[in-house]
C-alpha cells in the first residue's frame, strides 16, 4: 500500500515538470524527429546496400556456397570454413603475418614522413604552391589503375614501370658507396639493409601519405601565428615549438591519419591477403572467400582497436 | 583595410626598419641591449635562417621528382615510337615523335565512348552522394535522437569495412532484385540491374555510394564547427529544419561542398573494384585500363602473349589518357583541395 503511494507520488512529481516543461520537451522531441528525417535516406540506405549485404556475407562464410540461375545455393557447415582458411591454407596465414608487419613498418614511417612535409609545406617560401600541388598529386593518382601500370605489378617478368625502374636508381651500391665515402666501410649487414629498405621504398612512401600530408597540414593550419610569436618572445627554439606546441594540437589529427593509414593499407585490393580473397572468390568458393574476408576485418577492428586505445591516451583533446 | 599592394609595402618598411635599428645596436654595441642568451639565440636563428632553406629546396626538389617521375616518364614513353623503347641510346628524348600510340590506344580504349559514359556516370554519382552525405552528416551533426551513438557508430563501420566483404552479396541484390523495381529502373528492358549505371546510382543517392562513410564523416565535422546561432536565428524566424537547411546551411558550407565534391569525383573517377563487380559491358576508363593490356595483346598482337615491355608504349599512352582529364580538372582547382580542407572543418 504504502509502496504504491510513493510510486504514485513519485510519478506525479515527475510528471509535473513535464506537464510545465511540455513545450520545451515537444520541440525538442520534434527536433530530434526532424533528426530522424535527416538521416532517413541514408537509414533505409545502409540497410539494403551495406548492413543486409554485410549479414549475407556473414551466413556465407558459415556455408558451403554453390551459384545457381536465381540465387546462391548453401549447405550449412558451421565454423569449417575459417578452420580451413587458418588450419589448411598455407598461403593465407603466411599472407596475413607479412601484411601486419608491412603495415606495422610502414605506418610509422608515412606518418612521421608526412607530418615532416606537412611542416615544410607549411612555411612561407617561393614555390609552395608548386610544391603543394605536386604532393598532393598522389592524392588523385594513387588510387586508380595508373598506379598499377606506373608500379609495374601488371606482369611479373620483363620489364617493369617507374617504380622499379626508379628503385634501381638507388641501387645498394649507391648507399654504399656514399658510406665508403663518409669512412665507413661495412658497419654492419642489419644497418645497410635497413637503409636499403628505406631507400628502395622511398617511391611508396611518397607516392601513399599524400592524403596524410593533406590531412597534418590542415590541422597545421588550425595552429594559432599567435602562439608561434608568442614561442619566440620567450626564446623557444622551432625544436622546441614542435614537441611542446605543434605536436600536441595535431596530435588528434594523427591519430586520424594512423587510422587511415591502417585502414588504406589493409583494404587496398593489391596486398596479399586481399588477393588471395578475391582469388578464392573469382573461383566461385564464396562461402570460404567470405570466411577469409571475415577473420581478416576480424584482425583489422582487432588492431585499430588497440592502435587507437594506446595513442588515445598520448593525445592531447583542446577542451571546449 | 590595406590592399594586398600595400601591405607588402608595409612589411617591406617594417623589415627595413628593423634592419636599421640592429646596424646602429651593432655600431654601439650589442651587450648593451641584450642578453649573452639572447645573443646567441639570435645568431643560432641567423644561421638557421640562412641554411635551412637550401635544405628545403634539396629535400623539395629531391620528392617532386620522384612524385613526377612516372608522370615524366609517361609523357616520354608515350609518344616514343615503339621501335626505340629498346634504343640504349635514348633515355628521356626520342628521335622524333609519334602520335600512333595515342591514336592506336584511343581506338582500343574506345576512348571518346568510354569517356562520355565515364564523365555521366561520375558526375551523376557525385552529385547524389554529396548532396545526401550532406544531409545525413548535418542531421548527425545537429540533432539529438535516440540511438544515434549507435547509428553513427554505423557510419564509421562504412569506413572500415572493405567493399570486398559485401561485393557478392551486393552483385546477388543486384542481380535478382524486386522484379517491378527493375522494370521500372531500366524501363521495362530487364529484370536485372547488372550492367545497368544503376548499380552506381542507387547506392549514391541513399548516401552509400564509394567511400560514403568518410564524406559522411567529414560533412558531419564540418556542421558541427559552423556556429549554432546562424540556425537557431532562422528558426526564430519559423523556417523548418530542412529549408533552414538549404537556405542558411549550404551557402556556408560552399567550400566544403566542393572539395568533398571533388574528392568525390576523383575516386569514383579512379574506381575499378566497384565497377568492375557489376559491369561486365558498361566500360569506364578505370575499367578499360585495368583490362588494357589484354586488350591490347587481344587487337594488336593477334591474341599472342606479350610481355609489358613489349606494349609499354601503349599502356603509358593509355595512362596518359585516362589521367589528362582529372589533371586538367586538379590544375584549375587544386587550391580548393587544400583551401577547402583547411575549411572544412577537419582540421578540429
Known sequence: MSKEKTKAVQTSENASPAKQKKHVLSYEKRKGLYGYGFIGLWAIGTIYFFIAPLIMSLIYSFNETEVKVGGMGMKWIGMKNYVNAFRKDQDYTLALVDMLKNTALRTPLIIIFSIFIALVLNQKFKGRTFARAVFFLPVIIATGPVMDIINGNMSTGGYSGGSEQFSTMFEANLVDQLLNFLGIYNISDKLSNIINSLTTDIFNLVWNSGIQILLILAALQGISPASKEAAQMEGATSWEFFWKITLPTISPMILACVVYTVVDSFVDPGNKVMTIVLNKSTNWQHGYSAAMAWAYFAIIGVCLGIIVAILNKVIYYEVE | ?348
Open chain 2, 1 to 348: 583595410m590595406a590592399t594586398k599592394k600595400e601591405e607588402k609595402q608595409f612589411e617591406k618598411e617594417r623589415k627595413a626598419a628593423i634592419k636599421a635599428r640592429e646596424k646602429r645596436m651593432k655600431e654601439i654595441g650589442l651587450e648593451k641591449f641584450l642578453t649573452p642568451d639572447q645573443i646567441k639565440y639570435n645568431k643560432r636563428q641567423k644561421v638557421i635562417g640562412a641554411v635551412w632553406p637550401v635544405f628545403r629546396f634539396l629535400i623539395l626538389f629531391g620528392l617532386c621528382f620522384v612524385i613526377l617521375y612516372p608522370l615524366i616518364f609517361m609523357l616520354s614513353t608515350a609518344f616514343r615510337p615503339n621501335e626505340q623503347m629498346n634504343d640504349p641510346s635514348i633515355i628521356w628524348i626520342p628521335k622524333n615523335f609519334t602520335m600512333q600510340n595515342i591514336k592506336d590506344t584511343w581506338k582500343v580504349m574506345k576512348f571518346d565512348k568510354t569517356l562520355i559514359n565515364t564523365i555521366i556516370l561520375n558526375l551523376v554519382s557525385s552529385v547524389l552522394q554529396v548532396a545526401t552525405c550532406s544531409i545525413t552528416g548535418y542531421g548527425f551533426a545537429r540533432f539529438k535522437f535516440k540511438g544515434k551513438n549507435f547509428l553513427f557508430g554505423i557510419v564509421v563501420m562504412m569506413i572500415i569495412v572493405p567493399p570486398q566483404i559485401t561485393t557478392i552479396p551486393l552483385y546477388m541484390q543486384y542481380a535478382y532484385p524486386p522484379k517491378i523495381v527493375a522494370k521500372i529502373l531500366t524501363l521495362g528492358k530487364s529484370t536485372k540491374l547488372i550492367n545497368y549505371g544503376w548499380t552506381m546510382y542507387l547506392p549514391a543517392l541513399f548516401a552509400n555510394g564509394i567511400r560514403a562513410g568518410l564524406f559522411i564523416f567529414i560533412f558531419r565535422q564540418f556542421f558541427r564547427g559552423l556556429p549554432k546561432e546562424l540556425e537557431d536565428a532562422a528558426y526564430l524566424d519559423g523556417c523548418s529544419p530542412l529549408y533552414t537547411y538549404v537556405k542558411i546551411m549550404i551557402p556556408n558550407a560552399r567550400q566544403s561542398f566542393l572539395t568533398v565534391f571533388l574528392f568525390s569525383i576523383v575516386w569514383y573517377w579512379n574506381d575499378y573494384y566497384v565497377s568492375s563487380s557489376f559491369f561486365t559491358n558498361n566500360d569506364t576508363v578505370a575499367l578499360m585500363l585495368k583490362n588494357l593490356n589484354t586488350t591490347l595483346a587481344k587487337t594488336l598482337f593477334n591474341n599472342q602473349s606479350v610481355s609489358v615491355r613489349q606494349i609499354i608504349v601503349w599502356l603509358e599512352a593509355g595512362c596518359l589518357l585516362s589521367i589528362t582529364p582529372i589533371l586538367v580538372m586538379y590544375v584549375f582547382l587544386q587550391r580548393y583541395f587544400v583551401e577547402g580542407i583547411e575549411k572544412s572543418g577537419l582540421a578540429n
